[in-house]
Every structure is written in structure tokens, then in C-alpha cells.
């Protein structure tokens, strides 16, 4: 069965941000076109982050899908570690707060920033509700251990 692998940015145990790997299976269509289940969302945004952007510590609100359409973005993590996408690269973002926490920006979430000469392009694509069966269902992966790439 053919697979795509993408990076999943999700909140582990200890409550800080980490990437993983993760499969999602392409089981369906034709042999020449190879489909993935249809991946319940509620709605695109599109940003537009100029040269020098970064961000403070945040965590995601909802889980969303992001892709990179032009420039380029990093992300870093509060080891110290920084994972860069180019565009028609894309990851699950889903380091939301653990429930019950108080954000501490020494502790939870993930920074961002565009890097390069030139403006960065990303679409949010945001997954719907968790009903037990949407967001991350269609991918398969270990829990990861916390070593980003």
C-alpha cells in the first residue's frame, strides 16, 4: 500500500511541543492516482508574513493542517531545536494546551518564523472537531519521542 509521510507537531505527556512522523495511507483511487480518506476540515486561511516575522511561544488552538506556498518557515520547539519548510511542504500542527493547564511560555507550545529574503505564504487548513474519528485518524505513527529532526 503506497503512504505519504508528514510531520505531525503535537503536545507530548510532559506537556511540551515535539514533531513526529506519521503515515497516511493511500488506499484509494486508481493505480495512477493514489488517494488518501477524505480528511474532515472546516476552513482555509491563507497568511502572508513578512520578511523578519517571528513569533513568541504559542500553542495551536485547534489542530490545523499548514502548508507552505511560498518563502520559507521554521519552527522551534523550547529545546533549542528549529525545523525549517519550503514550500509544498506541509505539517499537522496539534501542540494545543494540555487540558487543565495555564500556558507557560517557558514550558508549552512552539515559536515561528520566516526565514530567508523572501515573505512567507502558508495556508491553514483547520481539521474539524475531534469526534473520535477526524484530524489525525487517517495517520499512523509511533507517540514519537520528543527528538525533532
Known amino acids: 500500500m503506497d503512504v505519504l509521510t508528514t510531520s505531525v507537531l503535537e503536545t507530548g505527556n510532559d506537556g511540551r ?3 513526529r512522523e506519521a503515515t497516511m495511507p493511500l488506499d484509494g483511487g486508481t493505480p495512477m492516482v493514489r ?3 477524505p480528511i474532515p476540515v472546516t476552513g482555509l ?7 523578519g516575522f517571528a513569533s513568541d511561544f504559542h500553542c495551536t488552538q ?17 529545546d533549542g531545536s528549529w525545523r525549517r519548510f519550503r514550500p509544498g511542504e506541509y505539517f499537522l500542527s496539534a501542540d494545543t494546551l494540555p ?15 520566516q ?13 474539524a472537531p475531534a469526534d473520535g474519528s ?6 499512523h505513527g509511533s507517540a514519537g519521542d520528543g527528538t525533532a529532526r
Request: glycine share 10%; proline share 6%.
Open 17 to 19: 511541543a515535539r514533531f
Open 35 to 37: 488517494l488518501s480518506a
Open 45 to 51: 486561511q491563507l497568511r502572508l508574513s513578512p520578511v
Open 62 to 78: 485547534e489542530p490545523q493542517w499548514l502548508f507552505v506556498l511560498a518563502g520559507c518557515m521554521e519552527i522551534g520547539l523550547q
Open 99 to 113: 487540558q487543565g493547564a495555564v500556558f507557560d511560555p517557558t514550558l508549552h507550545g512552539h515559536r515561528s518564523r
Open 115 to 127: 526565514a530567508g529574503e523572501f515573505p512567507l505564504v502558508t495556508a491553514f487548513v483547520r481539521c
Open 134 to 139: 477526524s484530524t489525525g485518524s487517517a495517520l
